[in-house]
């Protein structure tokens, strides 16, 4: 696989990170630098690290993913996205919104939106790519959706406030919804 066509997939597989970075902007309006690189970092690692697994681990990783993982994903998404519209509905004194420097909170969302890569590298395993290459290239690209997406969201948050707070939440309940649906209608999330 050359490396133009590794880059289209990788942009593929960082469309869910985008998202998720939107609705972490929206949420947290004040990151800083540093602490946006850090939760990108740790979105590009475990989009980096899933093909790699998906490439070493082969088919039954796979049939493990397709029955349980796109449920988990939807879990965790939903399950954020709903705290975030709901918290944005409190009145400021008794809100407390999800946390998206805390470490479980990071590392369930950078999961689940890596999973389609666990796929993705389990396909790498039956074609002729330089894995680390790959590897390179998705990490890369998740790096730098998922900062564009925080200052998307940023930006977004500063001017619409609580508003855009829900939007972020409905994007993340949609993208758990379209893991779930594709998942029961047999079709693997890819992209």
């Not at 869910?16 to 309006?29: E, N, Q």
């Not at 890569?117 to 290459?133: K, R, W």
């Not at 564009?148 to 609580?162: D, E, Q, S, T």
């Not at 409905?170 to 693997?188: A, D, H, Q, R, T």
């Amino acid at each position: 696989m050359d490396i133009p066509t590794l880059t289209l997939v990788a942009i593929g597989l960082s469309f869910d990170t985008f998202a998720v970075s939107v609705s972490i902007g929206v949420m947290r309006c004040q990151i800083r630098f540093w602490q946006a690189t850090w939760l990108a970092l740790v979105m590009a690692f475990f989009q980096g690290a899933m093909p790699l697994a998906g490439w070493i681990l082969g088919e039954q990783l796979v049939v493990f993913t397709n029955g349980l993982g796109h449920y988990l994903a939807f879990a965790l998404l939903s399950g954020i996205g709903v705290k975030m519209i709901v918290e944005s509905l409190k009145p400021e004194e008794k809100r407390n919104p999800v946390n998206p420097f805390k470490l479980i909170v990071i590392v369930g969302m950078a999961i689940s939106t890596s999973i389609d890569a666990l796929v993705v590298g389990f396909s790498f395993a039956f074609i002729e790519v330089n894995i680390f290459q790959a590897i390179l290239i998705i990490g890369f690209a998740t790096y730098l959706f998922a900062m564009l997406g925080m200052l998307f969201g940023k930006k977004a948050g500063l001017r619409f406030g609580k508003r855009m707070e829900i939007v972020g939440g409905l994007v993340l309940l949609g993208l758990g919804f379209k893991i779930l649906l594709e998942n029961l209608n047999g079709g693997g999330v890819i992209g």
